[in-house]
């Protein structure tokens, strides 16, 4: 099968007066197991439902493989969709929920025999072909409907949550096998979710959403390491951030006040904003924590603290550590014999330049 690209160019949509999506662009590569990922309201499943056909830009251009498709109608766009509810016809046997798009499409009784049993055995549910949908379990309905999904052959799939419905477990077990899935038949997946972990262990590359917008656009590790802005910064991962402002600049080094701590020399990098409102970001596992008065490593930039909680998890121990008037958290591993911090005690917090990022206010 050809596996084609998604392209959404200067995409606006609005419900009533209410924009929705606000001038989308991205490609998504032939192939690719795109993630749409934003919090509730920030129009991925607009957005999917768009790329499906059942909802209706007002300007921009959706173009699969290079040809625009704005207007061509859902059941002509070769797009197959998986719903969060998986929509299954309860009263249909696994068998006829699989078969139907291809009775609907006319095909000969062979056709249906080979493809169904194909698309069945694709996701490995074969043998409860005669089960009603009401006799399988969470995971295997959730196969059926991508086994009905992928029988029809589509150019694109399409997943919204496909994976909310299933408990914990489950969860982490499917996204595994939809993965393998999606790696055998290499069909362009684009898939929604506001779970971050979920898009970071599976998605080649992921859009952040917020509010309609996209924020940014890149592989999960991108993502996280590079954040563009305050909001992708906290939505993949967790992060410090200490918001100041910059008192001097030069090439290649800043001085940034950061509010209620004071000035912090900084070297910059190509991407720093030229902004005088910042952030200084990091991440809690990043920052190193001593006894105050140990010596210190001068590769690293030193922060003044004192322990204010503690929490032992085993691998590591979450430290909130109060800097000047801020907050940091601090992720320290843990290894047997390795003493714990209690409250109350002054430690030096130590960042290493390499690993903080700035950011606009
Ligand atoms: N049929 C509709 N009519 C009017 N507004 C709508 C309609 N459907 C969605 N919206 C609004 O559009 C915005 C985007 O909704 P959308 O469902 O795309 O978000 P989402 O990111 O998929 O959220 P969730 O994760 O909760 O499904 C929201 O503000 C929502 O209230």
Known sequence: MKKVSVECRNIRM?????????????TIEPGEFFALLGPSGSGKSTLLRLIAGFNQHQSGQLLVDGQDISHVPPHKRNIGMVFQSYALWPHMTVWDNVAFGLVERRASREDIRQKVTQALETVG???????????LSGGQQQRVALARTIVIEPQVLLLDEPLSNLDKNLRVQMRQELLSLQRRLGITTIFVTHDQEEAMTTADRMAVMDQGVVQQVGSPSTLYDFP???FVADFVGTMNMLPGQVTRREAGQLTLAVDGLGEVDLPTAVDTPEHNALVLSFRPHSVVIQPEGDQIDRRYLWLPGIVERSEFLGEF??????????????????FAGLSIFPPGVGVSVGLEPSQVRLLPQ
Not at 320 to 334: F, L
């Open 14 to 26: 609005s419900y009533g007066k209410t924009e929705v999506l606000k001038d989308i662009n991205i």
């Open 125 to 135: 549910l074969l043998h409860l072909a005669k089960r009603r949908p009401n006799e």
């Open 228 to 230: 563009v802005n305050r």
């Open 317 to 334: 121990t979450r430290y909130e550590v109060r800097v000047g008037e801020q907050k940091v958290t601090a992720d320290q591993s843990h």
